[in-house]
């Protein structure tokens, strides 16, 4: 019974301290559940692989005052959005809103993708090799020959372990 006494405070304590200072957070419960939702969908600048919402940064703590007020003043979700993402870049949103730029840096590996194909599939055929004159095979001929001042050594007859195929 103790245990769970003591359980029970710890998790109390616990909750009171990812809560965050009460006196930030707006009067509405409407509105501070609208600031805490872009909270979520707003990239840190410091840790960038986090929310402000989950970030203890100092940065992190004036967005979430800017968002706050932003929302206070009844600002809509995606004017604080706008508002953010003019003033930080779009990285700041873990969505960003969709623009030719985003389009053409999420695009681009499929269209060089694309291109590196067309340029196999069009590429121009070899001609198929013409056939050789008499003379050329000769030619071919007493090169591919094993000539009679080949050196023992490199005879395939004389070189132990070596098999003619």
């Known amino acids: 019974m103790r245990t769970g006494r003591w359980a029970a405070i710890l998790g109390a304590v616990l909750c009171l301290a990812a809560a ?8 509405n419960p409407t ?4 600031a805490r939702s872009l909270f979520r969908e707003t990239r840190c600048l410091v840790c960038q692989g986090e929310s402000i919402d989950d970030s203890d940064a100092p940065l992190a703590a004036d967005l979430r005052r800017v968002i706050r007020q932003h929302v ?3 600002a809509s979700e995606g004017e604080v959005r706008a508002f953010l993402a003019a003033r930080y870049g779009d990285f700041v949103l873990f969505r960003p809103r969709l623009t030719w730029t ?11 993708a694309l291109a590196g194909l067309a340029l196999l599939i069009g590429r121009p ?4 090799m013409a056939d050789l004159s008499p003379d050329e095979e000769a030619r071919l001929l007493a090169l591919t020959r094993p000539s009679d001042n080949m050196t023992p050594e490199l005879s395939s007859k004389n070189a132990p372990g070596l098999t003619e195929t």
Not at 20 to 27: I, S
Request: hydrophobic content about 45%; charged content about 20%.
């Open 72 to 74: 206070a003043s009844g």
């Open 102 to 112: 985003n389009a053409l840096l999420w695009g681009a590996p499929f269209l060089v």
């Open 125 to 128: 055929r070899t001609a198929p």
């Open 31 to 34: 509105q501070e559940a609208r």
């Open 20 to 27: 965050g200072d009460p006196a930030d957070r707006l009067h």
